[in-house]
C-alpha cells in the first residue's frame, strides 16, 4: 500500500498558483487566474484506504488548482491526517473567507497566496506565528522573518529581452528602463495593476524609494520614477502577446516570471534573457500559514513539517521549491533561472499597509 501511494504521489503534480497563472499569460497573477474559478473542495474520500490511522481532520483553505488539492490530501493520507482543501477563486477570496470568518475561524491552514497576501493576513491578525521543521532551510526574503508564514515554492520575477534584438545596451535594473534613452518607448508595460506579477514588480521599485514622511511612505523621487516608468514605457494594446513582440524585435524588454522564460524559448524557439540587478529581484511565492484560532494547530503543525520537507517537495512539486535541497527534479532551465538571481529584500508589511492607494494613485495620477 505504501508503494502504491508513493506512486500515486508521484504522479500527482502540485502546481503553485502563482506558476499556474503566469503559465496562463506571463504578465498575469495568481488572482487574475483565480476569477475564473468557482468554490470547490477536494475531501478526503478515496477508492483506496490509508495504512495509517487517522488521527483527525485538517482544513486548507487555497487557491490552487484540482492536482494541488489532490497532492494535499495525498500526502496527509501518508500521515494519518485527512485533509479537506477548500478551494476558493483566487487569493482575494482566500483573504475575504478569513476576515469574515475571524471570530469563528474554520480553516486551519491557509496554503498559495503570495507574500502581500501573506502579510495582509497578518496585519489582520489572522495568523499565528509557527517554526516548520524545515524553516532553516528557506532564505532571507522567502519567508516573515517574524514566523508567521512560509514559502514553498517560488518563481523569480523577471525583465526579459532578447540579446540579438538590443544590442550591446544590456539592462541590468529595472530603474534603467526610464533612464537610458534607448530603452525608452521600447519596453513592455501592461497597465492593468491588479495582477500580482505586475504589484511584485511596482512594490520592488518603490520600496526603494521607501520615506515614511513621504506620501504613502514614497519619496517625492519614488513616485516620479513610477511616473517616468509608465511615461516611457510601451503601453500593451489591445491584442498583443508580450513574447511574440519581443521575439520578433518590436519591442525589447519587459516583465515576465522564470517559467515563462522557458516557455517562450520552447514556444518561439527563442533564447529569452533576463537582467540581473544587483539589489536582486521579488519573487512570486507559494505561502504556507496556519490560521489564528485554529482547534488543530498540532495537527497543521504536523502536516506542514512533513508536507513541507526537502523529502516530499522533490518528489510533488513541479514549481521550484524555496528548499535547495528539493530541487532535483524540477527542470535544469527553470532551477538554472531561479539560481542566477538573488532575492530582493521587500519589507512585504510595508507593502501590504500602503499597496491599495499606491495603485489607487498609480491608476488615477501616473498612467499615461
Not at 489582520?124 to 506565528?129: A, C, G, I, N, S
Not at 517574524?146 to 550591446?168: F, N, Q, R, T
Not at 514622511?213 to 516608468?229: K, R, V
Request: proline share 2%; hydrophobic share 40%; charged share 25%.
Amino acid at each position: 500500500m505504501k508503494k502504491k501511494l508513493l506512486s500515486i504521489l508521484l504522479a500527482v503534480t502540485l502546481i503553485g498558483t502563482m506558476t499556474m497563472a503566469c503559465a496562463k499569460n506571463e504578465n498575469e497573477s495568481t488572482d487574475n487566474k483565480s476569477e475564473q474559478q468557482t468554490e470547490s473542495t477536494a475531501d478526503t474520500t478515496s477508492s483506496e484506504s490509508s495504512d495509517v490511522a487517522s488521527k483527525g481532520q485538517l482544513i486548507i483553505y487555497s487557491n490552487t488548482d484540482q492536482t494541488g488539492a489532490d497532492a494535499m490530501v495525498a500526502i496527509g493520507k501518508e500521515i494519518g491526517i485527512d485533509v479537506n482543501v477548500v478551494m476558493l477563486a483566487g487569493g482575494g477570496e482566500v483573504i475575504d473567507r478569513l476576515i469574515a470568518e475571524k471570530n469563528s475561524p474554520i480553516a486551519d491552514v491557509v496554503y498559495g497566496i503570495n507574500h502581500i497576501g501573506f502579510a495582509r493576513l497578518k496585519a489582520q491578525d489572522l495568523l499565528q506565528q509557527f517554526e516548520p521543521a524545515w524553516a532553516d532551510q528557506v532564505e532571507k526574503g522567502l519567508k516573515d522573518p517574524e514566523g508567521y508564514y512560509y514559502g514553498v515554492g517560488m518563481s523569480a520575477i523577471l525583465l526579459a529581452y532578447m540579446e540579438e534584438y538590443i544590442g550591446s545596451e544590456i539592462p541590468t535594473d529595472w530603474t534603467q528602463l526610464w533612464t537610458k534613452d534607448a530603452f525608452k518607448g521600447k519596453y513592455f508595460v501592461d497597465p492593468r495593476t491588479s495582477g500580482g506579477t505586475t504589484q511584485l514588480v511596482l512594490s520592488g521599485i518603490l520600496s526603494r524609494y521607501r520615506d515614511d514622511q513621504g506620501e504613502y511612505g514614497i519619496s517625492d523621487e519614488g513616485w516620479q520614477a513610477i511616473a517616468d516608468y509608465y511615461k516611457n514605457a510601451y503601453i500593451k494594446q489591445e491584442g498583443d502577446d508580450f513574447f511574440a513582440l519581443l521575439t520578433k524585435g518590436q519591442i525589447l524588454m519587459g516583465q515576465t516570471y522564470s517559467g515563462g522564460v522557458v516557455k517562450a524559448n520552447a514556444d518561439y524557439d527563442a533564447d529569452v534573457k533576463w537582467a540581473i540587478p544587483e539589489i536582486g529581484v521579488p519573487f512570486a511565492v507559494e505561502m504556507v500559514g496556519i490560521v489564528n484560532g485554529s482547534k488543530n494547530t498540532d495537527l497543521a503543525k504536523e502536516f506542514l513539517d512533513y508536507y513541507g520537507s526537502a523529502e516530499v517537495m522533490s518528489k510533488v512539486s513541479k514549481s521550484v521549491p524555496t528548499i535547495a535541497q528539493a530541487r532535483e527534479n524540477v527542470d535544469a532551465e527553470v532551477r538554472a533561472i531561479v539560481d542566477s538571481v538573488t532575492v530582493q529584500e521587500i519589507d512585504y508589511d510595508f507593502v501590504a499597509q500602503n499597496l491599495d492607494r499606491w495603485l489607487e494613485k498609480i491608476e488615477l495620477e501616473l498612467i499615461p
